[in-house]
């Protein structure tokens, strides 16, 4: 059975850092990602990481100051914020597939229950 459990989710000020982690369990995927959703928006893409190769794919948004890595040996992936803005408020959901596009594309498979960023100014 799949399952994908974020952490490191918080309250931290205007202009902090924060790093998010997800660990999977159950398989490995083609590729792993972030997505968030701010209250009364819709969900939106933020990043995904690639398992073997390492390749990652950014929102224009959030390039520059969203960072993410992996560990293969724990199957965890972080994702780095750095400046943050009041504008990344939001719920953050780690989210997987087998299949690079589906993720990047916004239609992954399998979802973790989300961890709560809250950036006070």
């Known amino acids: 059975q799949v399952q994908l459990v974020e952490s490191g989710g918080g309250l931290v000020q205007a202009g902090g850092s924060l790093r998010l982690s997800c660990a999977a369990s159950?398989?490995?995927?083609?590729?792993m990602g972030w997505f968030r959703q701010a209250p009364g928006k819709d969900r939106e893409f933020v990043g995904a990481?690639?398992?073997?190769?390492?390749?990652?794919y950014y929102a224009d948004s959030v390039k520059g100051r969203f960072t993410m890595s992996r560990d293969n040996a724990k199957k965890t992936v972080y994702l780095q914020i750095d400046t943050l803005k009041p504008e990344d408020a939001a719920i953050y959901y780690c989210?997987?597939?087998?299949?690079?596009?589906?993720?990047?594309?916004?239609?992954?498979?399998?979802w973790g229950q989300g961890t709560q960023v809250t950036v006070s100014s």
């Open positions: 990481i690639s398992w073997s190769g390492g390749r990652t």
């Open positions: 159950g398989r490995t995927f083609s590729g």
């Open positions: 989210a997987a597939d087998e299949i690079w596009r589906a993720l990047v594309g916004g239609h992954p498979r399998y």
